[in-house]
């Protein structure tokens, strides 16, 4: 199995273009009001256009009314809506797209509240998007369960492969990074970009 990568907060075209350099196999393109990372239309387009067919482009959205999403989704070209509220059970089986559903931590009723659901595990107090790291070895036991999990908060190239040892023979579906790469002025980093990659290549080959 290999774990894929997503890069999570892409602002500029050319951030995107490395991470596909990289060995990405996601990017994130933030839509949350708010967000530092937040994205306008016509910087998204230009985002998703330069990396169309290389990578999968994800939309991510937080308590977004239906109109909000149908916004973006028509002008940007999209594979994947990750939801990063409180958006309900039905709420992900109306969208028309596969969905990554953001929760708190290793939390096994929302693994029950939404059977199927690819879910990405972030901080269980914090949120998304600040970097904060937490105990990852807590989502050992929804891998074993056959739960597809996203491992997030506080990754970081020097810690992403400590996070994957700590569960044991185990691998999520894949792993989500924004802060952790990022330079100045919340751009990603070309350097850090390939380090991480490399690092969880590397922790897989020790499975």
């Known amino acids: 199995m290999t774990v894929r990568i997503k890069i999570c907060g892409v602002v500029h075209p050319d951030d995107a273009a490395a991470a596909v350099d990289a060995g990405a196999d996601l990017i994130g393109l933030n839509f949350v009001p708010g967000s530092p990372r937040r994205l306008g239309l016509d910087a998204a387009e230009q985002i998703a256009a330069r990396v169309a067919g290389q990578v999968e482009r994800v939309a991510v959205f937080q308590n977004a009314g239906w109109d909000e999403i149908e916004r973006v989704t028509r002008r940007v070209d999209i594979e994947r809506i990750q939801l990063h509220g409180d958006e309900s059970e039905e709420d992900v089986e109306l969208l028309d797209y ?12 929302a693994a029950e509240t939404y059977p199927g659901t690819l879910l990405l595990l972030d901080h269980p107090t914090r949120g ?3 970097g904060q790291s937490w105990n990852w070895s807590e989502a050992a036991d929804l891998i074993a369960e056959g739960v597809d999990i996203i491992l997030a908060g506080g990754l970081t190239p020097e810690n992403v492969g400590q996070a994957l040892e700590e569960l044991g023979d185990l691998l999520p579906w894949g792993v989500d990074v924004a802060t ?11 350097g850090r970009l390939r380090a991480f990659v ?10």
Do not use: F, H, M, N
């Open 98 to 109: 596969p969905v990554i559903k953001a929760v708190r931590g290793a939390d096994r009723q």
């Open 180 to 190: 952790g790469v990022e330079g100045a002025d919340r751009r990603k980093d070309p």
């Open 128 to 130: 998304g998007g600040q």
């Open 198 to 207: 490399e690092a969880v290549r590397a922790a897989e080959k020790l499975r």
